[in-house]
């Protein structure tokens, strides 16, 4: 398996790709059948499924086709580092990004 932490963009996109063709083989489902049901033409779903290539749209209406929406779920989810994060997780506190220093002006 791919470890995506030392893949390239286009390695990450392809096996993407291959995940998904495999997903819709187990469905017994044909490329065509998944354009009917995803709302996307057959050459996208050849698209992806060859290069990983397509919008964010189109590959969440094939995760939605295949049933595989649940799978994001856990993407992006923070995961706490320590007793402090949580504690501010909990508050339901609103976190902002540090300041950025601005270097002071010379004066005219």
């Given at each position: 398996m791919l470890d995506f932490g030392f893949a390239s963009e286009q390695e990450i996109r392809a096996a993407l790709g291959q995940r998904l063709r495999a997903q819709r083989l187990v469905?017994?489902?044909s490329q065509a059948d998944l354009a009917e049901r995803s709302g996307i033409s057959l050459s996208t779903v050849k698209l992806i499924e060859s290069k990983g290539q397509c919008t964010l749209e189109n590959f969440l209406r094939?995760?939605?086709?295949?049933g595989l929406?649940?799978?994001?779920?856990?993407?992006?989810?923070?995961?706490p580092q320590s007793i402090a994060q949580m504690e501010r997780a909990e508050h339901g506190k609103r976190l902002r990004a540090p300041r950025k220093v601005r270097l002071a002006e010379?004066?005219?």
């Open positions: 469905k017994g489902l094939t995760l939605i086709a295949l929406v649940d799978e994001l779920q856990a993407l992006f989810v923070l995961k010379p004066s005219p």
